[in-house]
């Protein structure tokens, strides 16, 4: 079991090649926690990951028990955009995601919410230092 923490700059094809690397490690069943600008990339050890963007609470599932899901971001050199599906907030010791277009709720136990939440704190704290869009 693997478990690693780490800021990136953000540079152009930055956030599709991050989803490939924590996708990946979803499938090993390692933990890893990135901060990328305005973003936080997460996997776990159940094989999940997300996209989280902490400024707006919204998410986005990236993995489930280890299958990568369909997602929609469009990235360019300059920008990108993510079709985000859920809101997500951190209570406790639970990761709390509401569909947004079937208002499921799914309370998650289990994952590093402790350094997820400090890495989505950074990311605030840091500001956007990329230009990005959602579509909702």
């Known amino acids: ?10 540079t152009a094809n930055s ?19 990135v901060s990328l600008g305005p973003l936080v990339l997460f996997s776990a050890r159940s094989g999940d990951a997300w996209m989280l ?7 986005l599932p990236l993995a489930r028990s280890g299958e990568a899901q369909r997602s929609r971001i469009l990235e360019t050199a ?6 985000w599906t859920h809101l997500y907030a951190i209570n406790g010791e639970a990761f709390v995601v509401v569909d947004e277009e ?13 350094d997820v ?3 989505c704190d950074d990311a605030r704290r840091s500001g956007s230092c990329c230009p990005k869009s959602s579509m909702r």
């Open 53 to 59: 963007d902490p400024e707006d609470t919204l998410a």
């Open 78 to 83: 300059t920008k990108f955009v993510v079709e």
């Open 15 to 33: 956030v599709a090649a991050e989803i490939e690397h924590v996708v990946a490690c979803a499938r090993r069943g390692s933990v890893h926690i």
């Open 1 to 10: 079991m693997s478990r690693s923490t780490r800021p990136l700059a953000w």
């Open 102 to 114: 079937t208002g499921r709720v799914m309370t998650i136990l289990g994952y590093e919410v402790d």
């Open 117 to 119: 939440a400090k890495a």
